[in-house]
């Protein structure tokens, strides 16, 4: 196993380290990019998982404290190759034997169904996955504003008078999850504007450059899931809805209700609202981890969140072909 759960300080360093290490592993069916820079010089990096012509596309690590979605992502990328390749040598086993009788008990049983459900989506879908989207962000919510390398950055981050441990936004202090073109954009402050941002640029780059099918952005804290959109139609909504009922059997999560998409006295801007009204495609805001998780948040979540998600994909794939 590559991606270690019982890693303290789930650098940025190690997490680069091990999607490279994935990606050299499960060349078949994994590959490593970048999609663009942070302002203060990290990767941004994607992972191209499966061998599918439809595309979907999976991001976390938008808000930096948010910690725990990163490597969680990382270690759902690691299983699903994992179970892929076994899939594929127990389809030839049992084609020379042309029977099941290796199958002994209902676990075996379940095992061999939920791999052969892995490798049917990644045969139909190639998931786009950014597990750190604002990698900036994350090593300072690790390190502390020291770990910008950039001093005017650093110095611009330190004046906001946030401790590193509750930062969300990017290295220039702006929140990349309100910095999206939408229709319920509105500048936070004087001389910011929709799409200013490194990060922001390069989750739209990826956004227009597939054809894809749907879009899940992993947040944290609640356990809920956030479907609704007020820019978008009935019909739009209708879908989400649907959608958003399935996720929310697979993981338990909550749905939020439509009135509390946006909170009040906060804006637009957020991920889903410019994926939902630019392609009308189905996006949902998934969020992990209970509600009165304390930042840093505890290691400790990485195992039950891996829990809760592994499936969510799956079950969001099925629904949007």
Known sequence: MIVDFK????????????????????????????????????????LKLGVGKQHMICCGGVHARENINPIVLLRIIENYAELYYKHKEQKQEFKKQNNFQKVQDKDEYEDILYGACIYEILQTFTILFVPLLNPDGYVISLYGFDAIEDPQLRELCKAKNIPGEEWKC????????????????????????????????????????????????????????????KAMSDTYNNKQHEIA?????????VLIPPEEEVDPGDTGGNTVHYYSEHFRKPALTIETVDEEAAFPLNIRYRDSTFDELKLIILEFGSRIL
Do not use: C, M, W
């Open 245 to 253: 009922l399935r996720l929310a059997g697979v993981t338990n999560y």
């Open 7 to 46: 890693e303290g300080s789930y650098s940025y360093e190690k997490l680069t380290a091990d999607a490279k290490s994935l990606a050299n592993q499960y060349s078949e069916i994994l590959k490593y990019v970048t999609i663009g820079k942070s302002h203060d010089n990290r990767d941004i990096i994607l």
């Open 170 to 229: 990017n290295a220039r202090g702006v929140d990349i999850n309100r910095n999206f073109p939408s229709r319920l954009y509105r500048p936070k402050d004087p001389g910011d504007y929709a799409a200013s941002e490194n990060e922001t640029k390069a989750l739209i780059f990826l956004f227009h450059g597939y054809r894809s099918k749907g879009f899940l952005d992993f947040h944290s804290r609640g356990k809920q899931i956030y479907y609704y959109r």
